[in-house]
């Protein structure tokens, strides 16, 4: 036809439409071989004239619904109102792969448009596909759009299914869920349930074979990683030379590829690993190692290539019951070789794990806790160079809610820094003294109804620690109370105090290899070694007995115990405490609820060990 939509033969069109029936291109007898209809099959473009005739620009493609499906398809290409001639190129010619192909324009190249097939199941709706987080900087705001998807060009439905998880058992389309995404390889993997889909090399909207009957290395790989058990896929992580698939089943694999090349013609999945994984978390990448949660564990994994054994190993057996079974979200800092995991059952806890080895020793393995105020909810956590940041929620006295995005430097201050936590440094807006009372109020440009104690950085009172209480405040500022005289007080720092505590873990005597000696372990005292701290306590608790606290406080007589004064924390100093007792009845612990510093440098400790050999009893 000539091209044009006679609106008067709309109802006719519809209804011949409707009685049509979808015969495939390569099976249809043309009337006249020696003429090119619409849609008529080709073996090579040599068949065809170049450049097209004006007319086949325009060319009638069928009904009204093809050609709103060619024009949504494909509106920045050919004519706007989507017609244009459509052949069938039904073997390979060059670098061009079979399928249909409309004609886009008579005066330029590329004269031809490869366009989808005509087949159902051609298309990948882009409204359930993964969308796009991008920054509009215009708007100055982060906005969410959706990503054109390739559709099928070539084959069918039988040969060229696309992604096999929306499809069911009996071929028909279902919507399910991605559950996980990465790049790797210069493709983009997705994962629903139990099976692993990517897209053409170098092409990440692209699922579809370019040529069913000619499978090659850049063409998308379709696996399904279950055997004998469901492992439904939770998480993606690349990893030197492979992808690592984290399960909801006990079983950990690896993507590997023929000479290091990961195509449909080698790629393989395999079961390297069998322990129970978190869905909670992904796994976390830190320092050329891989890392993974479990239920109050925490694993460090092994590529197969390195391993020869077991490829994975429990890091918490020493800290039983330590960690949470929930995670909400977790986070690396590879230069403090340090992961941070907030828990899921006590939102206002991080678990914090350090891990430093030398070669194929781990020289460090530490756990440990922050907690903030019973009132915070810490709903995402992300460490970045030396800062560590926590975006929290919180309320005010009214009852609203208050979302707030904290730092804390990974870095440690100077000892004439206070330790407070929400530690701001300011100037006083007011500072009144009745003398009746002896108390102080104080009144500060901060918004923090948990403010307890200030830290005077100038003036008379310089070096002084405050406790303070809340008594009021409205917008912008807070009143706080003291008790005494603090009427010259020019400057401060003003925070929450918090207590600073850590744990020994049970102490062995190990060979050079670091592995445990049998014995038991008899202590006499121990040595704390510290730089630049103030006061803290040793306490040591013992099994059926009342813990006993050894209180270091560096004083010196004839000097006022001020913060930052040289006098009140040791630069370099020991602290011997007597320990008494078997290393396994023991837990001995280290806190400081003081603003100054706790810097412990090196423990020491004094005992007697007998070595028992172990005997294995069958």
Known sequence: GDGQWNSDNNTADVFQWKKSKYIPVEDYVYPDPTKLYLGQSISKFSDLKFPPDETDVIAHNGDAHTLAAIMALYPDSGDSHGRGKIYYLSQAYLASTPGWYRVISDSETPYLEKVRTPDKLSVLDKKRMPMQIYLDEEANKWSIRMLSWDP?????????????????????????????????????????????????????????????????????????????????????????????LATAGETQYELLGSENQISPLSAEIAPTSFFPMTEDIAPLVMNNNLFFFSKRRLFIYFSASESSGQQAFELSRHVPEYLPEKFKSSTVSAAHNTIFAVSGEESNKIFCYRNLVSGDQIM?????????????????????????????????????????????????????????????????????????????????????????????????????????????????????????????????????????????????????????????????????RHRNTGAYDVKVGRKNRSEKAFSFTHNQVGSS??????????????????????????????????????????????????????????
């Open 364 to 528: 460090q393995n530490a756990f440990y806790t922050m907690t903030l105020g019973e009132s915070s909810e810490i709903l995402n956590v992300q460490a970045t160079e030396d800062e560590l940041l926590l975006v929290t929620k919180g309320s005010d006295p009214t009852g609203r809610q208050l979302f707030s995005v904290q730092s804390m430097s990974l870095i440690p201050d100077g000892p004439e820094v206070a330790r407070l936590d929400n530690r701001s440094d300011l100037t006083p807006l007011s500072v009144s003294y009745n003398s009746a009372n002896n108390q102080t109020e104080i009144s500060v440009g901060v918004a923090n109804q948990e403010l307890n104690q200030l830290v005077s950085t100038g003036g008379q009172h310089e070096g002084e620690v405050i406790d303070v209480s809340v008594v009021g405040g409205e917008g912008s500022t807070t009143l706080l109370r003291a008790s005494g005289d603090y009427s010259h007080l020019t400057s401060c720092s003003c925070g929450t105090k918090f207590t600073a505590k850590a744990e020994l873990s049970t102490l062995y005597v190990r060979d050079q290899q670091n592995n445990i000696v049998s014995g038991p372990l008899n202590l006499r005292y121990a040595v704390f």
């Open 152 to 244: 099928r060009t070539s084959g069918t439905e039988k040969n060229n299914k696309g992604p096999s998880f929306f499809r069911n058992s009996d071929g028909k389309a279902v919507q399910t869920q991605i559950k996980a995404l990465s790049y790797y390889r210069d493709r983009l993997f997705l994962a629903s349930e139990d099976t692993l889909v990517s897209s053409k090399l170098g092409d990440f909207s692209n699922f579809f074979l370019d040529d069913p009957a000619n499978i090659t290395f850049t063409d998308p790989v379709d696996l399904r990683v279950s055997s004998n058990v469901f492992t439904p896929i939770t998480y993606l992580q690349p990893f030197r030379d492979f992808l690592f």
């Open 561 to 618: 115990i001020d913060l930052g004064d040289s006098s009140f924390y040791e630069k370099d100093g020991v602290f011997k405490v007597p320990v008494l007792g078997f290393s396994d009845d023991l837990v001995i612990t280290l806190e400081s609820s003081s603003p100054n510093p706790m810097n412990i440098t090196n423990i020491e400790f004094a005992g007697k060990f007998k070595q028992i050999a172990s005997t294995l009893t069958m």
